[in-house]
Nanobody, 125 residues
């Protein structure tokens, strides 16, 4: 089992920045890729970003490309999502997810084995 805990969400004005963190515990001796997804009220969950085990591959959704950056510190079992130039449409619950046993990043939610509880990001105008 793997437990994922997100933190760093909150309320920010448009144009501001936030950094989300996702700490993994449990079966973390296996290599794993990580992903970030979000779900806004009344909308389906959507892919935001992902990062391979080495951090060398980091796909992003077109809507966040150039504004969001994912990174990871494997020694701390933690991944990060730096969000800059936030827009109102970025308001959502953000979830991190882990693909245990594979190092390849994926944009597909169904490929992830474990999910965090989510952290709310609210961007005001």
């Amino acid at each position: 089992q793997v437990q994922l805990v997100e933190s760093g969400g909150g309320l920010v004005q448009a144009g501001g920045s936030l950094r989300l963190s996702c700490a993994a515990s449990g079966r973390t001796f296996s290599r794993y890729a990580m992903g970030w997804f979000r779900q806004a009220p009344g909308k389906e969950r959507e892919f935001v970003a992902a990062i391979s085990w080495t951090g060398g591959t980091t796909p992003y959704a077109d809507s966040v490309k150039g504004r969001f950056t994912s990174s990871r510190d494997n020694a701390k079992n933690t991944v990060y999502l730096q969000m800059n130039s936030l827009k109102r449409e970025d308001t959502a619950v953000y979830y991190c997810a882990a693909k245990i046993g594979t190092v390849v990043a994926s944009i597909e939610a169904y490929t992830y084995n474990y999910w965090g509880q989510g952290t709310q990001v609210t961007v005001s105008s």
